[in-house]
């Protein structure tokens, strides 16, 4: 298992759970990430404030990886321009693609989303598109350089779960690239579900900051990613279409 | 005039670092950018604000 590396644009990670960072008070974020053995964080870009004692990198342990995301932007210029300012603030190269434009479903705009990817990976950026689970569009991403790809499980904020699972099994079987279920997972069962499929990584934010015990809430996704993740490498038994099989030897006393 | 983060300020003339020295941006934890281009942190000191620019400080926040 310690071979066993998520490899993102070239850097390694053991930790296959990607951990948001809203919607939940700065002074929870340390024991979540300690309690989720998260090594990516993500994080949005917005104006600053003046007050000095509220900034967020100092919530955040030290040697976590930071995922600046894109959310805010309508179209891929957009997207380009907060990516950009998130690389002057000093902290890596990884982006994660987030285009949005709607407010009531907040869906990804596919087709924007591979202008930016296309964009940003020719900068040196490492693109981390998060996108509606759509093949061509996918393979759309590889080509355009993107280091992943980041499907939507169900709309995000809205904990439903694997709703597009079907589209995700393709994309696991289809893509070259680490296929990361973002958006929608609410519960650890859906994640490890999502991990026994074959996903790579599973990115949650809403299921963490809308429980009751935010850390107690990491460690369970924590575990249950594992568990998937383990159950994929161990590859899962059979399915009988019909009947039963003993698991018992069915002679050697009684009745043989 | 000087519209920084949608205000307008009365900062024309001063150079951006005079500008942040006089406020509680932690100028480690931002980025800048002055009618839509990015200044890197070492022209904050030569650079002078002037009528008009739209000035935007934007820092990390929580997000997923």
Redesign the interface.
Known sequence: MTDDKLIIGGHEFTSRFIL?????S?SL?ESAVRDAGAQII???????????NE???DFIPKGVT?L??T?GARNADEAV?IA???R??G?GDFIKIEIMRDTKYLLPDNSETVKATDILAREGFVVMPYMYPDLNIARDLVNAGASCVMPLASP??SNKGLETKEFIKILIDEIPLPVIVD?GIGRPSQACEAMEMGAAAI?A??ALATAGDVALMASAFKLAIEAGRRAYLAKLGRVLTRGASASDPLTGFLHD | MVRINGEELDVAGSTLSEYLSKTDYDANRIAVEINNNILPKDKYSKTVLRDGDIVEIVSFVGGG
């Not at chain 1, 948001?20 to 939940?24: A, P």
């Not at chain 1, 993500?42 to 000095?52: E, F, M, S, Y």
């Open positions: 948001g960072s809203g919607k939940y700065l974020i993500t994080l949005a870009v917005r104006r600053a404030n003046t007050n000095k900034n967020i990198l930071l600046p995301n959310s321009r950009r300012l998130a002057e603030l902290c995000i904020g958006a990115m934010n809403t």
